[in-house]
């Protein structure tokens, strides 16, 4: 079974970008769905961008043309960058493959 280990959040302030990671225990380009979800406190995990079963890219209304998912099958990678942030895209961000398989999120936090 895969393993996911998330990287790249912090602080950063409105306006500016974080580029997430999600390192995969083996090769997961052909491994559909996978995307990132986030989740703020009192709040359910929502999708923020997956590829879905076919391989392509959708996103949340709320992040379309700021955020971007991407994957590199030589480093077993998946990952989002995020430009144009708001104080609204706080929370913690997770990896996911399959629909089951979850990584431990990285925390990401834009201040006003």
């Known amino acids: 079974q895969v393993q996911l280990v998330e990287s790249g959040g912090g602080l950063v302030q409105a306006g500016g970008s974080l580029r997430l990671s999600c390192a995969a225990s083996?090769?997961?380009?052909?491994?559909?769905?996978m995307g990132w979800y986030r989740q703020t406190p009192g709040k359910q995990r929502e999708l923020v961008a997956i590829?879905?079963?076919?391989?392509?890219?959708h996103y949340a209304d709320s992040v379309k043309g700021r955020f971007t998912i991407s994957r590199d099958s030589a480093e077993n990678a998946l990952y989002l960058q995020m430009n144009s942030l708001k104080p609204d895209d706080t929370g913690v961000y997770y990896c996911?493959?399959?629909?089951?398989?979850w990584g431990r999120g990285t925390q990401v936090t834009v201040s006003s």
């Open positions: 590829f879905t079963s076919d391989g392509t890219a």
């Open positions: 996911n493959v399959l629909g089951n398989i």
């Open positions: 083996r090769a997961i380009f052909s491994i559909n769905p």
